[in-house]
């Protein structure tokens, strides 16, 4: 029995130490796209695989040889901004009484408080959604603990990259 116990406190003092290297945050947080440094808020959704970007349109074009996107994004001050990236590829995402869409990804470096990643991004027509970005599993793990009864718990501290 003592030896089980040993194990356990072990195992428990093992997971806490792992938790106090996360940062965490709420549900919904303000984003910093960098390097343009344009703020929206952002849906954490552990529950989606991948983040996703509400774009008002895109078009693909030849830069040097690579396909590159241009695409816009409002805000909600309802500022407008142009971003241009290279096109990592397409994903199909799967939707619920719907058929599959397919998505264009890009790369995009993503501040969060004082933390800043690369992470892929969809982008998509997000109508109907309140929130323009959704912060999805793949850019939180190993980095982020979600407190879902907070809002808000940080703003960005990024300035350059």
């Excluded at 390097?35 to 929206?40: G, I, N, Q, V, W």
């Excluded at 078009?59 to 040097?64: E, V």
């Excluded at 241009?84 to 993503?110: C, D, F, N, Q």
């Amino acid at each position: 029995m003592r030896y089980l116990s040993a194990v356990l406190l072990f195992f428990c003092l093992q997971a806490q130490a792992e938790t106090t290297d996360k940062t965490i945050i709420g549900w919904i947080e303000t984003v910093r796209i960098m390097p343009e440094k344009f703020e929206l808020t952002a849906k954490i959704d552990s529950g989606a695989d991948n983040s996703s970007l509400d774009v008002i349109s895109w078009k693909t074009y030849s830069h040097q040889d690579e396909e590159w996107i241009r695409f816009d994004v409002i805000n909600n001050n309802e500022d407008t901004i142009t971003f241009e990236r290279p096109l990592e590829g397409y994903t199909l995402i799967k939707r619920k009484r719907a058929e599959p869409v397919e998505r264009p990804v890009v790369s995009m470096k993503l501040c969060i408080g004082n933390h800043i990643y690369l992470a892929p991004v969809n982008l998509a027509e997000r109508k109907g959604f309140k929130y323009r970005m959704l912060i999805g599993r793949s850019f939180l793990k190993g980095r982020f603990l979600v407190d879902s009864a907070v809002k808000q718990s940080t703003l960005p501290q990024c300035n350059s990259l």
